[in-house]
T-cell receptor, first 115, second 113 residues
Framework: QQQVKQSPQSLIVQKGGIPIINCAYE??????FPWYQQFPGKGPALLIA?????SEKKEGRFTISFNKSAKQFSLHIMDSQPGDSATYFC??????????????FGKGTLLTVNP | NAGVTQTPKFQVLKTGQSMTLQCAQD?????MYWYRQDPGMGLRLIYY???????DKGEVPNGYNVSRLNKREFSLRLESAAPSQTSVYFC????????????FGPGTRLTVL
């Protein structure tokens, strides 16, 4: 049972475009929603994260929009650059701050930003 | 700080062979995790250790065992490797209950023939 559904699987945009990656979850007990970025041959690294008490969080060119009632959240990349080309994973967890905290990941989106 | 390190980087096994994947972190983190990454499947949790001396099953534990040797090290063992265990394996760590960020190692690419 997939608890976090991510779309699209792949995305190609031109430099300066605004790619949007969407995720939907089912478990209302989730209380922490991070996005991880992974470059080829590397491990994932935390990009940005949000908690359900806010509807939007921005860090530099990266923004998370969160819709608690729809159980959806999305990543927007403003002014995308070729260096943003990577695989992006959304994730969700419950027991945030607790000892049983663990992440459930979406299947990933391969983003290509063309020059 | 080296962060999270994993050995080996690459490994090829024959069906039925055993091996241990090593993971170590030098950030004094309490929690450690093992994931596998397969094309189109995202990252799936195999086992995790919330603190030294404890381990728990994740989403896909069958065919694996783990050992939290000490606070720094968390190993993953395949007792009898199967082709279905061909994957990229990532270890991750998390500081403590005050932080939800997981830090990932560079991965081990395992092929089982």
């Amino acid at each position: 049972q997939q608890q976090v559904k991510q779309s699209p699987q792949s995305l190609i945009v031109q430099k300066g475009g605004i790619p949007i990656i969407n995720c939907a979850y089912e478990n209302t007990a989730f209380d922490y929603f991070p996005w991880y970025q992974q470059f080829p041959g590397k491990g994932p690294a935390l990009l940005i994260a949000i908690r359900p008490d806010v509807s939007e969080k921005k860090e530099g060119r990266f923004t998370i929009s969160f819709n608690k009632s729809a159980k959806q959240f999305s990543l927007h990349i403003m002014d995308s650059q070729p260096g943003d080309s990577a695989t992006y994973f959304c994730a969700a967890s419950m027991d945030s701050g607790g000892s049983n905290y663990k992440l459930t990941f979406g299947k990933g989106t391969l983003l290509t930003v063309n020059p | 700080n080296a962060g999270v390190t994993q050995t080996p980087k690459f490994q090829v096994l024959k069906t039925g062979q055993s091996m241990t994947l090593q993971c170590a972190q030098d950030m004094n983190h309490n929690s450690m995790y093992w994931y596998r990454q397969d094309p189109g499947m995202g990252l799936r949790l195999i086992y995790y250790s919330a603190s030294e001396g404890t381990t728990d099953k994740g989403e896909v534990p069958n065919g694996y065992n783990v050992s939290r040797l000490n606070k720094r090290e968390f190993s993953l063992r395949l007792e009898s490797a199967a082709p279905s265990q061909t994957s990229v394996y990532f270890c991750a760590s998390r500081r403590d209950t005050l932080s939800d960020t997981q830090y990932f190692g560079p991965g081990t690419r395992l092929t089982v023939l």
